[in-house]
């Protein structure tokens, strides 16, 4: 269990005595911050749905600067503001010496995936945060981190990030003053919006299932879909009805349409195309033709991206055809990439149906052996 030792200080520069009454404590120090990290496996998250609100699993104790510290799992949220959510919490046993001198620091927690490298969308920090006084958590919505993909073996695990600011053993103090303001969570809020339909004055039906939205968001989001909702305004003769309804194309899949919804209100790609695995770069792909559709270069730019970290030598064929036929160059330049090293180009030769596609298609296939012909001959004929 790793430990680290905060710095101590000579007596001449401890803090003065306070009244017990009304402790005065120092809020920051100007010393270097001194930084623990822990990686905290919560396992048996099915049953711990069970256990209440408010009531915690023991995850871990450790040792900072002489003081014990704990990590706590919620598996129904903290407290009755956090009810239906998954909560992890750390925080310092102050039983120990309760008017002793404050603890501060700069605390994140992040939900990590197979990889063991963070989730963005599940990432949560706060700086200066007074542990003589208070815990800090992150708090994960259940459906969220459900739909993710990130519980694997009936559990996940966190990184718990600590930063000492102060060594709540004296120093040379100064005081700060200020309201610490949390990360944004608006993506949070408009994907609850979403999701809860509250408001929705926009029905859009896709293949017989219908999405509730609203109106300004998607006006604000898409220039396509704006220009379709003002049609239908001057179509009702400046009386529209209480709720505008709009079709899809039976060629865009239900799934593909409520990825570009999600990106519509939070600006971020659904969790479960955060990953390498191979649907996921097959939704990245069909999400990339229905963003173009509605002109969101953004979201274009988002899934080109995750395509380019799929690549393989299973799937380079696929790939390239589809930079070809969409323009995208950074993908078909990490494809290219890709096949400059004679080794995997050896193993794709290997692969008839894949070696086969990616020949069907000139003029990649003319600038591919420009490129790498000097070091594979054998297959110049094929041009």
């Known amino acids: 269990m790793p430990t680290a030792r905060l710095p101590q200080t000579s007596s001449s520069e401890r803090l003065p005595q306070m009244e017990p009454k009304a402790p005065r404590r120092p809020y920051a120090v100007s010393a270097l911050p001194e930084t ?7 396992g048996g998250y099915s049953r711990a749905k069970k256990v209440p609100n408010g009531k915690f699993v023991e995850a871990r104790r450790f040792t900072v600067g002489g003081r014990t510290w704990f990590i706590r799992f919620y598996p129904n949220g903290h407290g009755p503001g956090e009810a239906g959510a998954v909560s992890v919490y ?27 490298k963070p989730v963005p969308t599940f990432v949560e920090a706060m700086s200066g945060v007074d542990f003589s006084e208070n815990d800090f958590g992150m708090k994960m919505k259940r459906r969220e981190l459900e739909a993710s993909g990130h519980l694997r073996g009936d559990g996940f695990t966190v990184r ?10 004296g120093g040379h103090l100064k005081e700060e003053r200020g309201v610490k303001v949390p990360p944004s969570n608006l993506h949070r809020h408009l994907a609850d919006l979403l999701r809860q339909k509250q408001g929705g004055d926009v029905s859009i039906v896709v293949q017989g299932k219908t999405f509730t939205a609203h109106g300004w968001m998607l006006a604000a989001r898409s220039p396509v879909m704006a220009a379709e909702l003002s049609s239908h305004h001057d179509d009702a003769n400046n009386h529209p009805p209480p709720t505008t309804l709009l079709r899809v194309d039976d060629d865009m899949e239900p ?22 695995e191979a649907a996921a770069a097959a939704m990245a792909a069909r999400l990339h033709v229905a963003a173009g559709r509605y002109g969101m270069e953004r979201l274009q730019l988002m899934c080109e991206d995750a ?19 969409h323009g995208c160059r950074v993908l078909k330049r990490a494809c290219l990439d890709l096949l400059s090293c004679r080794r995997k180009l050896r193993h794709l030769t290997n692969l008839d149906d894949q070696f086969r596609l990616l020949t069907s298609c000139h003029p990649v296939v003319k600038e591919l052996f420009l490129q790498i012909w000097t070091t594979s001959y054998q297959l110049f004929w094929f041009l």
């Open 36 to 42: 623990v990290s822990h990686l905290v496996r919560i």
């Open 307 to 325: 395509l380019c970290r799929s690549v393989s030598v299973d799937t380079v064929a696929s790939a390239v055809v589809f930079a070809e036929n």
């Open 255 to 276: 799934e593909v349409f409520g990825a570009l919804l999600h990106f519509i209100y939070t600006d971020t790609l659904p969790p479960d195309m955060t990953t390498k």
């Open 90 to 116: 750390v925080g310092m046993d102050c039983c120990e010496d309760a008017n002793g001198p404050t603890v501060v620091a700069n605390v994140r927690f992040s939900l990590l995936d197979c990889d063991g």
């Open 160 to 169: 718990c990030e600590l930063a000492f600011v102060n060594s709540g053993a």
